[in-house]
């Protein structure tokens, strides 16, 4: 099945396989793999870094820890389906030991230190960046945004209104206060995505 999707991928993103999205890849489920689709360059570079970083894992023996990725190219990373966190009131929040800690996989100091140190990675104790495996554990299945990557391409986008940031507000159609995606400071548009706003 892999072989297909990498040959027919726009087949399989239709919205009914639609999962979610992101500033730089919107990602869509078919069975048990996620098709992340780059949406922009900066998504691309977010895909590469998954791989490298998956790798080195599996060479550290610590791959448990990251949804595993099995393909990437300019157009589409595709990594094993992991279900995402639940939203709290709408929106993700910031896992830490006190709260989470019986969620948490074991070591899990040891891994933000090593992908902090040896990777650089960015946001990665954001609830949103998770996903429970099949076999039941909690893993990263967002991890390839790097801190350089991050302040040096990401930031003046969204400064610039190239690339959404998330706003936690009320959408303007459904009435419900969640995560909107709003480019840059003049952006008055505030529906959600299931809305209608890409």
């Known amino acids: 099945m892999l072989t297909s999707i990498i040959q027919h991928w726009q087949t399989y993103c239709t919205?009914?396989?639609?999962?979610?999205?992101?500033?730089?890849?919107?990602?869509f489920r078919v069975s048990s793999f996620a098709i992340k689709v780059h949406?922009?360059?900066?998504?691309?570079?977010?895909?590469?870094?998954?791989h490298l970083i998956y790798?080195?894992?599996?060479?550290?023996?610590w791959d448990q820890y990251v949804a595993q990725i099995h393909y990437v190219d300019t157009a589409i990373s595709i990594q094993t389906y992991c279900k995402p966190m639940a939203l709290i009131n709408q929106q993700s929040y910031e896992l830490d030991q006190e709260n989470h800690g019986h969620?948490?996989?074991?070591?899990?100091?040891?891994?933000?230190?090593?992908?902090?140190?040896?990777?650089?990675c960015f946001d990665i104790k954001d609830s949103s960046n998770y996903g429970w495996h099949s076999n039941g554990h909690l893993v990263l299945i967002d991890y390839?945004?790097?801190k350089k990557l991050y302040e040096e391409s990401w930031v003046p986008l969204?400064?610039?209104?190239?690339?959404?940031?998330i706003d936690f507000d009320h959408c303007q159609i459904c009435g419900i206060k969640k995560e909107l995606r709003m480019y840059g400071d003049s952006d008055t548009d505030k529906r959600c995505y299931e809305c209608g706003k890409q």
């Not at 790798?55 to 023996?61: E, F, L, P, S, Y």
């Open 144 to 146: 390839g945004m790097t």
């Open 55 to 61: 790798k080195r894992m599996v060479d550290k023996g």
């Open 39 to 50: 949406l922009h360059p900066i998504g691309y570079q977010q895909s590469q870094q998954e």
């Open 103 to 120: 969620l948490l996989p074991p070591h899990y100091g040891q891994l933000l230190h090593l992908l902090d140190k040896e990777f650089d």
């Open 158 to 165: 969204a400064e610039s209104g190239i690339l959404p940031q």
């Open 15 to 27: 919205p009914e396989n639609f999962i979610g999205i992101g500033s730089t890849r919107k990602v």
